[in-house]
């Protein structure tokens, strides 16, 4: 397994917020962590990126990444794997990027910490900008110049630029119109399928989460209620709550 | 016929310096209990329109009617009368709610405003019991909250102590203190999650058949709709692409554009997923419409006329409007074959 989460606690205070069992995502699979506002799902991907003590949360368990546990490596070397080799993608992408600095810049100064020359750079983001099909144009345009949907495939580029091998990505297409959450969704997939990259994605939105992913979670008020293949989770849904999350989508036909 | 219409916007248009946000907008809003929807993505003007309707953004051109009475010529009491009569609900409760007052004081600010605080409330259809004084205020307040499924003790609690969905709600029971005909609810519940957005969106429908409102539902979504509206417009780049009655149109878009929207739609039954159309790039600005249909260079049935002619609205079908070139192939079929492959951002 690529990404492998166990018995992972998040409390504040002594107050639970997360708790995640098991949970594992491989190469070139998605995993859906399903759930509403409160019930644990960004706090699990914060714990993930070594990013929830900061925040002053207390975390115990363990996440793997190719077998090395995270959970309590040092600052420098969770650096180096942040970014690097596990990317973050986030509700809203237009808080992700520095409004005063052009997008390439951003870019440019992220690949450069992880140890590329500013040739490298250029060149990697280019190609990266490439294959999210936006053209690298864009890069020297200022974040407010770019739409919503275009600032977050610029996200996902950089993780590609950093040959990033696990993307976690915290309900990426919430604050997107529907038209620009397809073209997103379709480009998740392909990283899947032609990359490899392992995704874990955390949507309350049950019918994203089916249309995407290979594997769901659900969590309610901090706690894994349910898990398995997303088909089967869909068809006969085990848990009450996972019932009254699939009867709130809005669905045309009806 | 024409009794039947409360709003009739006609031809509306609406400039930001040199763009044309909203470039000939006709719609009309039936006496309630009816709901039409004004459909499209970021940049579409569909916030714009229902800005207009209410006057908080003026109208360069076209006109605006309600109950037969010419809107965009109103001023001073005959204004406040009308904002009485239409009310809108933002996206975003968190920046709709002041922060700093209580969910009470919000709400009583609205009725003192439209001195609604005293007598005479029964009149506007409000559940008053005709008594003065802050404790009449307090029991309309708790009324209201009770109204949007709210806790009435959630009047003495701050924007922030109340979750998104409650906030919205919040939002309602204002909108809906001074005993409103008909409401703008622009993106209701596109800041919630799928669980607060149904218990919004039955809400709505409760509230359209107990007060007989008629509201103009603003969404990117379309999987909203069904249900709570009878008719939809389809706005791209400040012009209808299509309107019609729900059904018909969602069933038989007769725009390549509805078609994308429909497609967008994520399901939860595999049985009901559409071949998906992949729209590449984004709205173009207003500022820099494309020659032609403003549609064609994103359009994946865009042929040469296309380029070249603006297409007018006209009727395919009883009732059905459609700004296209091959509206009446697509009204019988006619398919895009696969996502064409554009960089966006390019020119």
Known sequence: MKLEIRDLRVSFGGHPVASVPELAVDGGEIVGLAGESGSGKSMTILAVLGLAETAGAAVTGSVRLDGQELIGLPGARLRAIRGARIAAIFQSPSLAFNPVFRVGAIVSRALRQHGLSAGQARERAGAAMRSVLLSPDLLDRYPAQLSGGQLQRVAIALALALRAEVLLADEPTSALDVTVQAEVLELLRELRDSRGMAILFVSHDLAVIAELCDRVAVMRAGKVVEQGPTGQVIAAPRHDYTRELLAAVPRLGR | ?347
């Open chain 2, 1 to 347: 016929m024409a009794d039947d219409i409360l709003l009739d916007v006609r031809d509306l248009r609406v400039n930001f310096g040199p763009v044309r946000a909203v470039d000939g907008v006709s719609l009309a809003i039936s006496r309630g209990p009816f709901g039409i929807a004004l459909v499209g993505e970021s940049g579409s003007g569909k916030t714009t329109v229902g800005r207009a309707v209410l006057r908080l953004v003026p109208a360069a051109g076209g006109t605006i009617a309600f109950d037969g009475q010419d809107v965009l010529g109103l001023r001073g009491p005959r204004l406040r009368a009308y904002r009485r009569a239409v009310q809108i609900v933002f996206q975003d409760a968190d920046n709709s709610l002041d922060p700093r007052m209580r969910i009470g004081a919000t709400i009583g600010e609205v009725l003192a405003a439209h001195g609604l605080a005293g007598h005479g409330l029964a009149g506007q259809g409000l559940a008053g019991k005709g008594t003065a004084g802050r404790g009449a205020v307090g029991d309309r307040v708790a009324a209201l909250l009770a109204e949007a499924a709210l806790d009435p003790a959630l009047a003495s609690r701050y924007p922030h102590q109340l979750s998104g969905g409650q906030r919205q709600r919040v939002a309602i029971a204002r909108a809906l203190a001074v005993g409103p005909r008909l409401l703008v609810l622009d993106e209701p519940t596109s800041a919630l999650d799928v669980t607060a957005q149904a218990r919004i969106l039955a809400l709505v429908g409760r509230l359209r058949d107990e007060r007989q409102l008629a509201y103009l539902l603003i969404t990117h979504n379309l999987a909203i709709i069904p249900g709570l509206c009878e008719q939809m417009v389809v706005l791209y780049l400040g012009r209808v692409a299509e309107a019609g009655p729900t059904g018909e149109l969602l069933a038989r878009p007769a725009h390549p554009y509805t078609l994308a929207l429909r497609s967008a739609v994520p399901e939860v039954e595999a049985a009901a997923r559409r071949s998906r159309i992949i729209l590449p790039g984004d709205t173009p600005h207003a500022a820099v419409p494309p020659p032609g249909c403003p549609f064609h260079p994103r359009c994946p049935l865009a042929v040469e006329i296309c380029r070249a002619t603006v297409p007018q609205p006209r009727t395919v079908a009883p009732g059905r409007q459609v700004a296209c070139h091959r509206g009446d192939e697509v009204l019988s079929g006619l398919r895009p074959p696969g996502a064409p492959a554009q960089l966006a951002g390019e020119p």
